[in-house]
């Protein structure tokens, strides 16, 4: 038995002991903030004709050497692009241990062209093309055990007009330098280069193997064992023939597939062994085994299950960075796209190896692209470069279709060669173009045309849409466009344009960030990860659960229905919680206080199915003012949070003012023409019906000039004042848009407006005589100077501002903001979210706050959206084209209708809830009513 022992021991160490695995050594630091030091001389530029250090990996420019230069330079007439040359020097040592290994050094990216020495001696030809892994074998230019010398001579500008054309001639910032890591591998001279796999759902698995220096009688062993597991579920041995490329084929039993709800994970070990039944080489690699089909005039489809893909366009970019990223970085913005509810990302070329990782990680579906902007590399270029991007990328299962160029930039000499790299033969497209069965047409309006969605054939996936500059599009419209779109069986999903500002650290400009005016500011995200309006805008939109319209009335019992947008998850594996809340206005110090949470259960509804959904209201469910409802998947990672209002406005209010408080009366004063209602220390002043004066006791509140009509036109007709009961009032009567205002000062110093607009007492009816045709604007507004503002606090949808088509993503609560200036896009060096001014939804209540003269409006009316100010314009906007529609004359307005923010689209082509409103008042209409309550008092009740 000892004997026995011995052997199986001795055989076991005899394989053990040969086995090699891929050793990696980093000339380089890992990325963005982990870089090691080199020698460096520029050649033109900033800090140029002088060795330097610089820190690798880098872009150049971010470390104070060469000429920044936007990659749409040539619109401007005479302009060149920077053309700087770059040298780096660096000493290693190579482990003595590696003498009989086969040494290759091997670059993630560099910008642009590329030639590498070691010890004086060409390791190959120059590489051309910056978005590309390449190496070199240099085994025999190598001192083992000794130092080494390694010169790299980059080149910002390419040799290679097709290389220009294509990566640099480009809507993005052009940088120079190596901008990705540089490593050394090293590996058994026999070995396992790369492997290409096609693993499929049904647990078969096939290996394209590419081996070097193999013979006769060589074998493989595979072994695969769910990530985060030590437990495999199986090792199979395989024999093999000498060729260099070979496929095996295996098959799994119990796989969970892999899709982007369920990111089921293996690694596979390949173990090479040789005719002494040692093994000589380790490969590792995670895979996913899932089954991606384009099937034309239908759809794609993943394990079997017609996918709509919910998209976003990313750059790999960092303001301090450039292009040089890290992995930290790569899994904060999936983390952010996850978070928008998003299943799926583009880019223009290769991203980091660490975000694809992170994708299949995640479930993110990945659309992976060939560079070439609008222009194409040359064939041989491109046939090259095309190699080199599939065989670093083509085992990630995050990875579901190629795409070959961009917008004109493909070269179509190169569509039938993806497949040599690719034994998945997954899909490829030409963005723009309606092209290979697939329409990706950028920038659809709601109604796609002729021959698109409308009333097309082939299947529908905009690569780009709804463009995101300055605080444009992406959430704007895309409700619209998705209940349309989503209608139709053909329609795949789209990708938004685009992910984050792309706002450099300028080194040579005192650190400020620049976008190069309107060239990069397209971003949903600022260039440091600033949440936009539209990021919540879109979260909700495209938040797999999905609410039917839902008002909450004295009946309501706790049922809703709800839709489930998921792809391939049941609703019951998913949990949801309610939370009523009670807040109370200023009148009652303004808190929010949580009366009630709890769970709600979520039944059993399939993909794409719509049920109704049960919550149990506790007893106190009506004495709260908001309820909250958020639901979280089967990670409890929150999917999205959705509240309603339990009291409407009138209500609220009468339940938080109470009248009898005071006993003392207002009184009226007129003089001069001018009629002044009094009380408790607040006086207001009406000339002509135009409130022209606050007093609060000897302090001037300059809340003036209004209310003046908005989308409408009304002329004064006359005014008188009355005593009811202790209040003073004063009667405004007017011809056109507005019927009546009546003013009323309460006894405690409430100032009440109740206005009547858009009435027709008379019965004539009238459809454009005093309002606008197309309203875009409709209300009353005031003048308030923005210097007495510095912060405000509401209850109401918040915090960010809204657009007509831009007002899911807020919620009912109390918010509160300090007074800033931010403009969405171009505030880079002082970005506040949310910004300060705009038009805020649903206002029960608001204070501007102010050192000087506070004020304090309460809302009887539901639905008024309260404007707060006009935001600026942003100043390198194109053409000098205004970005939103006209603001309202005036500071402060009260609203019933509000216009849309458009995209890279006109208005009209944007959908229904973008569109200018049409009014038509009938006999028998009581009209619109607008009642506020302005509270200017020092010491609230």
Known sequence: MKTFIFIILSCLFSLAVNAQTTEIQYLSGSGYQDTKTWEFYCSTGMNSGKWSKIEVPSQWELQGFGEYTYGRFYLNKGAKPSDETGLYRYQFKVPAKWKDMQVSIVFEGVMTDTEVKINDIPAGDIHQGGFYRFSYDITDKLNFGKKNNLEVKVWKESANKSVNAAERRADWWLYGGIYRPVYLKAMPKTHIERIAVNAMANGKLATELHLRNISQDYSVAATITPVDSKTSIGRQIISLNSDEIQTITTEWKGIQTWDCENPNLYTLKLELINPQKQIVHIHEERIGFRTIEFRPKDG??????????????????????????????????????????????????????????????????????????????????????????????????????????????????????????????????????????????????????????????????????????????????????????????????????????????????????????????????????????????????????????????????????????????????????????????????????????????????????????????????????????????????SICNWSWPIKYANEYFAMQYNKHISTSSASIKKQNGEVTLFANGISATFRNGILIEIKQKDEIIPLNNGPLPVGMKANFKEGYEYMQGNDACYIAKYEGGIDSIVWRMSGDGLLGMEAVLLNDPKGHGFEGAFFDKKIYNLGLTFSFPEKEVKGMKWMGRGPYRVWKNRIKGTNYGIWEKEYNNTITGESFDHLIYPEFKGYHANVYWATLESDRVPFTVYSESDGLFFRVFTPLEPVHRRNGENTMWEFPEGDISFLYDIPAMRSGKSIPELGPHSQPSSIRIKKGDDGFKMKLWFDFRVEKM
Not at 340 to 362: G, Q, T, W
Not at 529 to 546: M, N
Not at 551 to 559: L, M, Q, R, V, W
């Open 300 to 637: 794609i489809y993943v394990n079997g299950t017609k996918i709509i893909v919910k998209g976003t366009n990313r750059h790999s970019f960092h303001p301090d960075g450039g292009r040089t990223t890290n992995r930290e970085l790569s899994l904060q913005d999936a983390l952010l796209i996850k978070e928008m509810n998003m299943n799926a990302v583009r880019s223009h070329y290769p991203p980091d190896k660490h975000f694809l990782e992170i994708c299949d990680s995640l479930g993110i579906f990945y659309l992976n692209e060939l560079a070439g902007w609008q222009n194409s590399y040359d064939t041989e270029t491109g046939l090259k470069l095309l190699s080199e991007m599939i065989n670093r990328d083509v085992n990630h299962p995050c990875i579901f279709m190629w795409s070959n160029g961009n917008e004109g930039g493909w070269n179509k000499n190169i569509d039938a060669h993806f497949a040599d790299y690719d034994p998945q033969k997954r899909h490829v497209i030409h963005p723009w173009a309606d092209f290979n069965g697939l329409d990706t047409h950028h920038y659809p309006a709601y109604q796609t045309g002729p021959y698109r969605l409308a009333n097309g054939y082939n299947v529908f996936m905009p690569t780009e849409f709804l463009h995101g500059l300055y605080d444009r599009g992406q959430g704007a419209g895309l409700d619209d466009f998705w209940d349309s779109y989503k209608s139709n069986p053909l329609f795949a999903g789209g990708f938004l344009w685009t992910y984050v500002d792309e706002a450099v650290k300028r080194t040579d400009q005192g650190g400020r960030l620049d976008s190069d005016g309107p060239n990069g500011p397209d971003g949903i995200v600022g260039p440091r990860r600033e949440k936009e309006g539209s990021f919540y805008t879109v979260r909700e939109v495209w938040a797999p659960i999905q609410f039917q319209n839902l008002f909450i009335t004295p009946s309501f019992k706790g049922d809703f229905m709800i839709s489930n947008n998921y792809l391939f998850t049941n609703l019951k594996e998913c949990s949801m919680k309610y939370r009523v809340y009670s807040i109370s206005s200023p009148l009652k110090k303004g808190t929010q206080t949580l009366l009630s949470e709890g769970a709600v259960p979520l039944p059993d509804i399939a993909p794409g199915e719509t049920g109704k959904v049960h919550m149990k209201l506790p007893a106190v469910f009506f004495q709260g003012d908001v309820l909250e409802l958020e639901a979280y998947d089967k990670q409890g990672h």
